[in-house]
């Protein structure tokens, strides 16, 4: 998966806005490049957990060949899934998973299934 630097900017930022709180929102992918970033919101409202809320049109994109990768933000833990993630991972599972982590900087990306999470490889590109 490639994310421009863009998309990476547009998340760390939504990340840092949300802070004390988890971020959350989805990132658009094209043949495994992000596009954009959707921000949603954080119906939770939780430094531990999040609860994803975006514009029902945005569910949409999967129908015009785009797929979704769910985003959300961790305060100061490292970007690798919580219990709280594995456990309410729901309809994402086996889907992309990003975590980011603010006090770091760091993302990473994952896909979860069966109570167990594996890696997926994060490109960065200089383009938007």
């Not at 531990?48 to 029902?56: H, K, M, Q």
């Amino acid at each position: 998966m490639v994310i421009p630097s863009a998309v990476r900017e547009a998340l760390a930022e939504h990340a840092a806005a949300e802070a004390p709180n988890e971020a959350c929102g989805l990132v658009v992918l094209k043949d495994g490049v992000a596009d954009r970033y959707v921000p949603g919101r954080n119906a939770a409202a939780s430094p531990y957990r999040f609860e994803l809320a975006v514009d029902p049109e945005t569910w949409f994109l999967e129908d015009e060949g785009y797929e979704l990768a769910v985003f959300h933000s961790h305060v100061s833990s490292p970007p690798r899934p919580s219990r709280t993630d594995v456990e309410n991972v729901g309809l994402w599972a086996g889907r992309p998973y990003l975590i980011y982590t603010v006090r770091t900087g760091e993302l990473a990306g994952w896909r979860i299934a069966n109570g167990s999470f594996e890696p997926l490889a994060i490109a960065s590109s200089q383009t938007t």
